[in-house]
């Protein structure tokens, strides 16, 4: 066989998945593990799907995707996010959030960039940013900071050479959200050191306990140096779908249609569909699903807290919990292999989100409340 391309051979493969992997198919486990609601994308969204497809809705699209979605996302921008975004030219739709992130670090970073990457993070940041050929520098976020970026570290990691920050608030995998406060912080950095912002705001709308979600591109000035990724997947359970779009300055949009040209061409047009009516009509099944999240989170936190040996911080937003073990004198690895051949629960171990995320595990609460009172009781077996 002819020699494979050394680098993509040598990346390393996500934990989360080698985890979703291990137990897929595998009957009697209280499973944790992808970070995906456990609820059907709402039917008035598939109808609507279904009719654009049997008119006849089945082709390419524009590289930045249907004018009709664009124009409800920058009228969504307006209302919930407080930015005006010209549909036009500022908006662009993505074949997933995760596309969102990889065309957006492609257009910004160059050879020799550093890119400033959340510790613990969602496993996918640092490869996206190696991918786009930059540097990824991990700045921890730590349980004593609510698990959010600390001014003081971001001032001693930032540089001349740093290009991108990426923000993700409501933050997977551990809750974590920036305030007010931060959010200014942030931006006075990156006016001083002029790097962009990148702001994964994919789980803006599952926040608890009246937490408000503030886009850092709605801060004076910050609109020209941030760029908004989002997805469907989360708030509208359309992980399916693959669909998500970005936000930015007209001249970032320009060089990510450009590069969507050769990706992927376009999203498909059934899902541009859906996610039209997402926007118009998804906010019951939103609010039904952000329901269940609270009682969710209340059973598991709760429940967490009153296991001798671990401790859990109430996540302020997504549908995540991030449970300290380090009383249990475990790692992480240790620990989630523990639980799932003794107590058979299965949950991710904090060092898939990185060196921050050793000491905790993540466990996805987008499950039934069954799972979780089954899965909390067994967890007791192994601390
Ligand atoms: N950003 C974060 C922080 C995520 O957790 C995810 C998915 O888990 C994504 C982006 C991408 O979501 P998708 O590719 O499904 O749109």
Known sequence: MAKLNAKMVSLPKSKIRDVFNMVEGKEGLAKFVLGEPNFDTAQEICDYAYKAMSEGHTHYTNNRGLIELREEIAKKLEKDNHVSYDPKTEIIVTTSGTDALNLTMRALCEEGDEVIVPGPYWTPYPYIVQLAGAKPVVVPMLEEDGFMYNLENLKKAVNEKTKVLMLNSPSNPTGGMADRKLLEGIAELARKYDFWILSDEVYEKIVFDGNEHISIASLPGMKERTIINNSFSKSYAMTGWRIGYAAAPAPVVDVMTNLHEYYTSCTAEPAQYGAIAA???????????????????????????????????????????????????????????????????????????????????RMCFATSDENIQQGLSQVQICV
Not at 328 to 337: L, R, V
């Open 279 to 361: 926007l118009r009509i998804g906010q019951k099944s939103l609010d039904y699903m952000i329901e269940n999240y609270t009682r969710r989170r209340k059973i598991l936190v709760e429940g967490l807290n009153n296991i001798k040996g671990l401790s859990c911080m109430p996540p302020k937003g997504t549908f995540y919990a991030f449970p300290n073990i380090k009383k249990s004198g475990m790692s992480s690895d240790t620990f989630y292999k523990r639980l799932i051949d003794e107590a058979g629960v299965v949950v991710i171990p904090g060092d898939a989100c990185g060196e921050y995320g050793e000491g905790y595990v």
